[in-house]
Every structure is written in C-alpha cells, then in structure tokens.
C-alpha cells in the first residue's frame, strides 16, 4: 500500500525555520518526481516546491525562492522541505506528493497520482 506521511509542522513567529519530512512506504521516490504542495481554507493547493529525484533538478514556486529548500533522502525514502525566513503568507497545510511524470507535479492544474495527509505551518507573531 502506497503511503505517504508528513511531519515537522507547528506554529512559528515570522522570521522562524522549520523542516517538514515526508516519509514514503510502499513505494520508492527513486524515478519519481516529489514535491509540495500547501493550502489554505477556502482556495486551491498550490505548488511549492519539487524536485526530480533521477537528475537531482529542483523546482520552486517564486514566493518561496531563497527560503524554502526540498532534498530528498534516498536511503530513508524520506522527502524534506526547509522552510526559512517564514511569514504569515506562508501560513497553510502542507501536503507532499509524489509521481512518475514531473509535469503531474509542477503543472498548474494536474495532480501527482500520490498524496499525503497534510501538515499544518503557522507562521504569527
């Protein structure tokens, strides 16, 4: 059974860090495509970050560029997302997600065929 579980989220003041893991079973992130993804009550969930585990090439939604990095840990089948410098805006749940097609991953409007269940970030002061 495929399963994907998230951790590390918590509420923070603005300027704070935190790192969400993602730990994958019954399955393998090797020749996938993993990302995040975060939503607030009310809208869509919208991309955040990805990364290609074959060619190590990594993808990011603007408002997080230079703050947020993604890094996978083969051996534990464990994806990560690190959030630094984090500010209210970045308040949401935050889901990882997994495919076999990068463009299910970083395209507006597709959905990775696989989903965890969310962690909640909360970023106030």
């Known amino acids: 059974q495929v399963q994907l579980v998230e951790s590390g989220g918590g509420s923070v003041q603005p300027g704070d860090s935190l790192k969400l893991s993602c730990a994958g079973s019954?399955?393998?992130?090797?020749?996938?495509?993993v990302g995040w993804f975060r939503q607030i009550p009310g809208k869509d969930r919208v991309f955040v970050a990805a990364l290609n585990v074959d060619d190590g090439n990594t993808y990011y939604a603007d408002s997080v560029k230079g703050r947020f990095t993604i890094s996978v840990d083969n051996d534990k089948n464990t994806l990560f997302l690190e959030m630094n410098n984090l500010k209210p805006e970045d308040t949401a749940l935050y889901y990882c997600?997994?495919?076999?097609?990068?463009?299910?991953?970083?395209?507006?409007?597709?959905?990775?065929?696989?989903w965890g269940q969310g962690t909640q970030v909360t970023v106030s002061s």
């Open positions: 997600a997994a495919d076999k097609f990068i463009v299910m991953v970083v395209t507006p409007g597709l959905s990775p065929d696989y």
């Open positions: 019954g399955f393998t992130f090797s020749n996938k495509t």
